[in-house]
């Protein structure tokens, strides 16, 4: 499995970002995928992930600003973040994991900054 992560960047607090992964390979369901961030110093932690039957999860400090959204059909995931705060400051990585071959990968990150 490759996961293709796009998006990211620099903004202001309060501004929005939309992050999104491809993942291509053998996307054997059922499977989740989502966002995890690592900030420096700190431990990754996850941010939101989607199962392909469409539940999602949200850390405790994002819910109500972030979404996260699927398409099976084009095995993409996105990361819609709106009001967005220093603290989200991190590398986003992209994640896809199946519980059926307990197979587990990561895309290349992407840095999110945010400025106050």
Known sequence: VQLQAS??????AGESLTLSCAASGSLF???VMGWYRQAPGKQRELVA?????????????VKGRFT???????NTVSLQMNSLESED????????RSPITRSNYWGRGTQVTVSS
């Not at 998006?7 to 202001?12: E, I, N, S, T």
């Open 7 to 12: 998006g990211g960047g620099l903004v202001q």
């Open 89 to 96: 400051t991190a590398v986003y990585s992209c994640n896809f």
């Open 49 to 61: 992930d989607i199962s392909s039957s469409g539940l999602t999860n949200y850390r405790d400090s």
């Open 68 to 74: 996260v959204s699927r398409d099976n059909a084009k």
């Open 29 to 31: 369901r059922p499977n």
